[in-house]
Nanobody
Framework: QVQLVESGGGLVQAGGSLRLSCAAS????????MGWFRQAPGKEREFVAA??????YYPDSVKGRFTISGDNAKNTVYLRMNSLKPEDTAVYYC?????????????WGQGTQVTVSS
């Protein structure tokens, strides 16, 4: 079993930056694919970023603006978000997947709200 706790969400102006953190407990997350998804009101959940064996993955909507990274010693994964846009407003979820999938996950955090004002 893996527990994921996100932090770092908040309100930011367009063009600003935020860093989300996800503390993982349970098994060592370095053996999992770790990721981030988001869901805006009235929209489907969207894949945002993933890291697997040191390789990173992003959809075109955030590529070049968002960066996922991990700290094995702290069992923590981060999502650095730059050049934020109002359309980035959503609840952001940290995920962990022992099957090493990108774009899907078995374990989910409770989510953290990110609001970008125009």
């Amino acid at each position: 079993q893996v527990q994921l706790v996100e932090s770092g969400g908040g309100l930011v102006q367009a063009g600003g930056s935020l860093r989300l953190s996800c503390a993982a407990s349970g098994r060592t997350f370095s053996s999992y694919a770790m990721g981030w998804f988001r869901q805006a009101p009235g929209k489907e959940r969207e894949f945002v970023a993933a890291i697997r064996w040191g390789s990173t993955y992003y959809p075109d909507s955030v590529k070049g603006r968002f960066t996922i990274s991990g700290d094995n010693a702290k069992n923590t994964v981060y999502l650095r978000m730059n050049s934020l846009k109002p359309e980035d407003t959503a609840v952001y979820y940290c995920t962990a997947d022992p099957r090493l999938r990108v774009g899907a996950a078995d374990y989910w955090g409770q989510g953290t709200q990110v609001t970008v004002s125009s």
